[in-house]
Structure formats: C-alpha cells, structure tokens
C-alpha cells in the first residue's frame, strides 16, 4: 500500500450493514451518526435529536438519538477560559449559550458532510468532505490535510494612506 493509498484509509469511515457509521481503523473513535437519521432530520425541518454513543461488542461504535451528549462540557469550556485568561469567569447564561453554538457548529458540519457524501453517491464520510463545508462555509482549514485545489497567493490591497506615507518617506529621503 502506498503512502496516499495508506493515508486515505486512515480517514474514512464506511457504514455497516445496519447504515451506522463505523470507523475501519483498530482504535475505536466517535462515529457521526447514520446518514439516514442525518437526511431525514434535514428533509422534515426537525432539528437533529441528541445523540448517544455506546459501544458494542465488537467494538464498533454505533449511535442512538435517546439522550444529549455534549461535544463540549461547561467543565472543559471552564478550563479553556483559563487557559486564556486565569482570572475570567463567565456568567452561566454565557457558558449554556458557548456550549449550544459548540453543539449547533457540530451538528451542521455533520449534516453538511453526510450530505457531501451522499452527493458523491458515496456511503462513507471522508476528511474532504468535513474540510470542504468548513473551507467554504466557515473558511476553516483541518491543519495537516492540504486540498487538491491550488489557492493563488492574494496580495492585499494597498490604501490610499499607504501610498501618501510611502511618497512622504520618498520624499523625505531624497532632501538628505
């Protein structure tokens, strides 16, 4: 196996017989959920149950919409305030609303993958299809994973300000 063949099955997951995402790797990982679920919650407008992950015995991680679980905790959220600024504290109205756009941000980059891979007529979620929705709808990038598309150089544009300081400096340099 070669090294993009080898780093291509590092990043799928395929669905098993039962449409439950499962990860092919030996190291068990979250799943996203099933494609059908994802599909009909979008096509009803409803929006997507909590979901729960258990693991089975054969160590496939399969997924239910009984309970909520959180992708971020107020426990973790706390810790990262920290990390930024040790004397922060956020009020609880703040850190419930945090942890509402952490799960909402999850839950449409999911939707928005699976619907990737469906149009791909795809039965497996791939990194490309995560990075696209998050490059063009967040202009996001997954550091490590570089994108087939070559993106030119965009040169900034220089103000009119710039260009009058940069005459005086001209100007100024050719008196001495």
Known sequence: MDGSNLHNAQNVMSL???MSFTNDNASPAPVLGTLQSVLSNISTGSPTQAIQSTVSPNS???LHQDTAVQVLTKSRLQELVR???PTEQLDE???DILLQLADD???TTVNSACLLAKHRK???IEVKDVQLHLERNWNMWIPGFGTDELR???RSSVTE?????LALIRKALKKY
């Open 16 to 18: 098993d017989s039962d």
């Open 60 to 62: 496939q991680i399969k």
């Open 83 to 85: 990390e930024v600024d």
């Open 93 to 95: 109205e703040v850190e």
């Open 105 to 107: 941000f999850v839950e």
């Open 122 to 124: 795809a039965s497996t």
């Open 152 to 154: 030119p150089y965009k």
């Open 161 to 165: 300000a710039h260009k009058q300081r």
